[in-house]
């Protein structure tokens, strides 16, 4: 039990320095052996005088002094030490526990008072509490400086947590939760991931998921979740875990309360769906306000001939009537080139496509006008697709015989093609089987391919058919086609730096 009580300590004391002052040799070696299983700065004197002069020169954390010694006696150096640093930890030992001593060290402001033969375990006790109050105060100067604008400026709970340890909470952070002190609110934490509820694409312990080791492990970004009030009534949060720099595993946990938004059954992809285009603009645009609001990022996706280019974008100006945002040159290059760009958060159910207005190359800057959702996440794009060159061929077999009319490939990848059809033969439908024969030009000797396909999606646009179709023997395709998407993907990156 002992030596786990010198590993807590230990761990509470780190990067705090002790200074150890008494003049009886036997006991101040004894002594020695076992601050040095606790602390790995030490400062060892014999006198009032030295004490002083080390104090002044390194600062320690805490003091641990006898009473009676040569030139200056432990509660003498103890007033002086408080008048130089007032936040050091003071412990006094002495053999005697005469008042008018208990009265001085009182108005010494020391942490506390020992009498000799003093116990390990009274002696561990009273480190550990000046560790703590010490590592207390330094959390509260972090947390006061770090959120003290967010504290007056905005309605949202504030949780300032270090390794699962509850520091500091803000005045909205108790009431929301019916609590009474910062001590009911740590009880009440330790059941805290019980008030989370399941809802699509949130945040909620369920599987392998642990909700705070993954907001920490993910800093700053950003994630929905769902509690239930003292009302029972379902809330929505954006929840925010930021570390603060230089301090280990401290953190800052926001909860910005977004119920009267009413996004909460956007996150049902059937119901999202189902909005119209209007309701799906207000929607989205009350998410960029959220966004915009925790200074995060959004990432934006391109596509170059079918390779897929992105870059993380900031929300620059928002308004109802015009939305701008800034994103490295490369990605303003093929904006334009595509006229629109496609934006995930994880914020957003689903992708965004937005329609562009302008590019502003000088300024950096991208000018949105219409946006909606769209089904397709290039994120979760399972295979690269790239454009072949205009000389590659295809040829399409159903039911055995030659599909006649033009057929063009617009992109291909390892797990399957999409082609343009001037028209469709009688009877081809999703779920038909074809035969594709490609063959693509590239050195020396072709790339041909020859595969089972299965008709995934039939789109009718305005003067011609876009099929996807998906290789039933990805197995059988595979070396071909990843040797040849490699090459064409290597080949479309120096063209499209060359524009």
């Known amino acids: 039990m002992q030596k786990e009580n010198f590993l807590t300590l230990g761990k509470k004391v780190k990067g705090l320095t002790l200074l150890y002052i008494e003049d009886n040799k036997g006991l101040q070696q004894?002594?020695?052996k076992v601050f040095k299983k606790i602390f790995k700065n030490i400062i060892t004197v014999d006198n009032g005088e030295d004490a002083l002069a080390y104090f002044k020169k390194y600062k320690p954390d805490i003091v641990i002094s006898d009473i009676n010694m040569?030139?200056?006696?432990?509660?003498?150096?103890?007033?002086?030490?408080?008048?130089?640093?007032?936040?050091?930890?003071?412990?006094?030992?002495?053999?005697?526990?005469?008042?008018?001593?208990?009265?001085?060290?009182?108005?010494?402001?020391?942490?506390?008072?020992?009498?000799?033969?003093?116990?390990?375990?009274k002696l561990i006790e009273a480190i550990m509490k000046a560790a703590d109050e010490i590592n207390f105060e330094k959390d509260k100067d972090i947390f006061e400086h770090y959120i003290k604008d967010v504290f007056e400026h905005q309605d949202i709970i504030l949780i300032l947590e270090k390794n699962e340890e509850i520091l500091i909470v803000n005045n909205k952070c108790l009431t929301f939760f019916s609590q009474e002190s910062l001590e009911s609110f740590r009880e009440f934490f330790l059941n805290f991931d019980k008030l989370f509820l399941e809802h699509n694409n949130f945040l909620y312990n369920h599987d392998d998921i642990d909700w705070l080791k993954v907001a920490k492990e993910n800093s700053p970004k950003l994630f929905n979740v769902k509690m239930a009030d003292k009302d029972g009534s379902s809330r929505h949060?954006?929840?925010?875990?930021?570390?603060?720099?230089?301090?280990?595993?401290?953190?800052?946990?926001?909860?910005?309360?977004?119920?009267?938004?009413?996004?909460?059954?956007?996150?049902?992809?059937?119901?999202?769906?189902?909005?119209?285009?209007?309701?799906q603009k207000k929607i989205i645009y009350n998410v960029f306000e959220i966004i915009k609001r925790n200074n995060s990022t959004i990432r934006v996706y391109n596509s170059y001939k079918g390779l897929n280019i992105s870059n993380n974008a900031v929300l620059e100006n928002l308004s109802e009537e015009e939305v701008t945002l800034k994103t490295p040159y490369l990605q303003q290059k093929v904006i334009k080139i595509n006229n629109y760009l496609i934006i995930e958060s994880e914020l957003f159910p689903a992708a965004v496509l937005c329609d562009v207005e302008?590019?502003?190359?000088?300024?950096?800057?991208?000018?949105?006008?219409?946006?909606?959702?769209?089904?397709?996440?290039?994120?979760?794009?399972?295979?690269i697709r790239v454009e072949p060159e205009e000389k590659d061929r295809i040829t399409l077999f159903f039911e055995e015989h030659k599909i006649s009319t033009d057929?063009?490939?617009?992109?291909?990848?390892?797990?399957?093609?999409?082609?343009?059809?001037?028209f469709l033969p009688a009877g081809f439908k999703i779920g038909d089987e074809v035969i594709v024969?490609?063959?693509?030009?590239?050195?020396?000797?072709?790339?041909?391919?020859?595969?089972?396909?299965?008709?995934?999606?039939?789109?009718?646009?305005?003067?011609e058919f876009e099929v996807v179709l998906c290789f039933k023997d990805v197995a059988n395709t595979k070396k071909h086609l990843t040797e040849y998407v490699a090459n064409r993907q290597m080949t479309l990156i120096r063209e499209f730096k060359r524009l």
């Open 30 to 32: 004894q002594a020695t």
């Open 70 to 121: 040569p030139k200056l006696n432990g509660l003498e150096v103890s007033k002086m030490i408080k008048k130089i640093k007032p936040s050091t930890k003071i412990i006094i030992t002495s053999a005697f526990d005469d008042k008018d001593y208990l009265l001085d060290a009182i108005e010494a402001n020391v942490s506390k008072y020992l009498k000799k033969p003093i116990s390990i375990t």
């Open 237 to 279: 949060f954006i929840l925010k875990a930021y570390q603060i720099p230089k301090k280990e595993e401290t953190f800052i946990l926001s909860f910005d309360d977004i119920t009267e938004l009413n996004l909460l059954a956007v996150y049902d992809k059937n119901a999202m769906q189902e909005e119209s285009l209007e309701n």
């Open 358 to 383: 302008k590019v502003d190359f000088k300024n950096g800057q991208i000018f949105i006008k219409d946006y909606r959702f769209i089904e397709n996440m290039p994120s979760k794009q399972e295979f």
């Open 407 to 422: 057929i063009k490939i617009m992109d291909v990848s390892v797990g399957g093609v999409k082609v343009a059809m001037s």
């Open 437 to 463: 024969d490609m063959v693509f030009e590239m050195g020396v000797k072709p790339v041909i391919v020859n595969a089972k396909a299965e008709v995934k999606s039939i789109a009718e646009l305005k003067k």
